[in-house]
C-alpha cells in the first residue's frame, strides 16, 4: 500500500474514532452502562502487507458495569444511529457512508459499510484489555520485519487465494486470510526458515503481557518494528536466507497439498507442533493463541485450497513461458475443479529456475532428463538440506496413516527420523 493510500485510510479511521466517541453516541450508551475505552485497528491494514485491496477492521473495545449485556449492544446502538440519525453522517464530511448493513448472524457480529469506497468491518467486545487481534496484527508485522520475503509470500498467497463465499452461510472455498498466513507462518518455522516468535520473543508476543492500550497504536514505531535489531541480524545468518520466495512457495505448496495430512492434523501456533486432530468439525484446525475460536472456521471445505496447490504444483514443476499465467488461472478459474490425470512426479526437478523441490519427490526422478543429481541439490544446501530431507521423509510417512495411528509430532522427534 502506498504512503498516501495508507495516510487516508488512517484519516478514515479518525472520523470513525471521532465519532463513535461522540456525545451522541457515549450518551446512548452509558443509558446502558456501557464505556468505550478504544477503537482500535486490527487485520491487514496496521501490518506491512496491508495492499490497495484491504479493508479497515475495526474493534470498539469497551466495558459494561450490568450483567447480561452482550458486547452486540454496542454495535446495535451503532447502527442504529448510523441508519437513522441524519447527524451522525456530519462527522464524515465529504466522504459518504455507504452500503450499511448489520452481520448478526456471524460468529463475530459486525457492522460493515464503506467510506470513500473503502470496505470496514465494525465489531465490539467487552474484555477491558486491548484486543488479541491487535497483538496478532502486531505479530504479522514482527516477520513482515524480520524478512521482506515474508511480506512478498503474504501479498501473493492473500490476491492468489482470495475466498469467495455466499451470504447465506458466510462460509468461503479458501481459508480467510489471517488463517492463510498463520498456515504460511506454520511451516516456514517448522523447517526452520522463520524462528518461532512466541519462543524467541515470549515478551512480546505473550498475551499476558498486552495490557497497556498504548501498545495498540498502530502509528508507533514498536507496532509496526516490534523486533530488535539483533533478532533481525541473527536472522540473516540462516543458510536458509539463500531460499527464493518461489521456493518458499512451493515448499508452502507441497507441505500442505496433501488431503489426509490436513484432514488429520492440527497446526499449533504457539509451540510451533503438529498435532493430531481432535474433532472433524472444521475443514482446517488452527491453534492460536490469538483467535480461540479457529481462525479457519470460515473454510467450507479443504478440498479447494489442497487442489489449488496441486495445480500450482504441477504449473512450476513442469515450467513455460506461461507459467504465470497458468499459476493465476488456477483460483481466478478454479482449473482443479477440472479432472485431469494425477500427477506424478517422474521427471528430475530443475533448480536452474529459482523453484526448490523437496527431496520425497526427486527419489525416483528420471535420469535421462536433463538436471541436476540429487547428490547436486544436496551440495547446494548443505548444511540445511538433510534436515529438510528428514522431516520431509517423516511427514510422508505421517500423511500416509490413518487417523487411528496418528500421533503428535514435535521437533525434537521429527529431527529424530
Not at 130 to 142: C, D, F, H, V
Not at 212 to 235: C, G, Q, R, S, T
Not at 379 to 394: F, G, I, K, V
Request: proline share 7%; aromatic share 12%; glycine share 4%.
Amino acid at each position: 500500500m502506498s504512503g498516501p493510500m495508507y495516510r487516508r485510510r488512517q484519516m478514515y479511521i479518525k472520523m470513525i474514532t471521532d465519532y463513535l466517541k461522540s456525545e451522541g453516541i457515549i450518551s446512548q450508551l452509558e443509558s446502558n452502562g456501557i464505556e468505550i475505552h478504544d477503537v482500535t485497528a486490527f487485520g491487514s491494514f496496521p501490518t506491512h502487507c496491508a495492499t490497495k485491496e484491504s479493508d479497515i477492521d475495526l474493534c470498539v473495545c469497551a466495558s459494561t458495569s450490568l450483567k447480561g449485556i452482550p458486547p452486540v449492544c454496542v454495535l446495535e446502538c451503532i447502527h442504529r444511529d448510523l441508519k437513522f440519525n441524519p447527524d451522525s453522517r456530519a462527522y464524515f464530511g465529504e466522504f459518504k457512508i455507504r452500503d450499511l448493513t448489520f452481520v448478526k448472524t456471524a460468529k463475530v457480529p459486525i457492522i460493515r459499510f464503506t467510506i470513500d469506497e473503502v470496505p470496514v468491518d465494525l465489531s465490539s467486545n467487552f474484555d477491558g484489555l486491548p484486543p488479541r487481534t491487535s497483538l496478532a496484527a502486531k505479530y504479522i508485522n514482527g516477520y513482515c520485519q524480520l524478512d521482506d520475503r515474508f511480506t512478498i509470500l503474504v501479498t501473493f498467497i492473500k490476491s492468489w487465494m482470495r475466498p469467495e463465499g455466499s451470504s447465506a452461510d458466510h462460509l468461503r472455498d479458501f481459508p480467510n486470510s489471517y488463517s492463510l498466513i498463520l498456515l504460511l507462518i506454520h511451516v516456514l518455522q517448522w523447517y526452520n526458515v522463520f524462528p518461532n516468535l512466541h519462543e524467541t520473543h515470549p515478551d512480546i508476543f505473550n498475551l499476558k503481557n498486552f495490557v497497556d492500550w498504548k501498545l495498540v497504536k498502530i502509528n508507533k514505531l514498536e507496532f509496526k518494528n516490534p523486533l530488535d535489531e539483533n533478532a533481525v541480524v541473527n536472522h540473516k545468518m540462516n543458510p536458509l536466507r539463500k531460499l527464493s520466495v518461489a521456493q518458499l512457495l512451493h515448499l508452502f505448496a507441497f507441505h500442505y497439498s496433501n488431503e489426509p495430512y490436513i484432514d488429520n492434523c492440527r497446526f499449533n501456533m504457539k509451540s510451533g507442533q503438529i498435532e493430531e486432530r481432535k474433532s472433524p468439525e472444521h475443514a482446517f484446525q488452527i491453534i492460536d493463541p490469538y483467535d480461540k475460536m479457529n481462525p479457519a472456521r470460515s473454510a467450507r471445505t479443504s478440498h479447494e485450497f489442497i487442489g489449488a496447490l496441486r495445480d500450482f504444483r504441477r504449473a512450476v514443476t513442469f515450467p513455460n513461458p506461461n507459467m504465470f499465467k497458468t499459476v493465476m488461472r488456477i483460483t481466478r478459474e478454479k482449473t482443479y475443479l477440472s479432472p485431469h490425470p494425477e500427477f506424478l512426479f517422474m521427471t528430475k526437478p530443475r533448480i536452474s529456475n529459482g523453484l526448490y523441490f523437496p527431496p520425497q519427490m526427486i527419489e525416483s526422478a528420471d535420469d535421462s532428463i536433463p538436471g541436476p543429481t540429487v547428490q547436486q541439490i544436496y551440495q547446494q544446501y548443505p548444511n540445511h538440506y538433510p534436515t529438510l530431507a528428514a522431516r520431509e521423509s517423516s511427514a510422508g510417512e505421517f500423511r500416509n496413516r490413518g487417523p487411528q495411528q496418528n500421533q503428535r509430532f514435535t521437533r525434537s522427534s521429527w529431527n529424530h527420523h
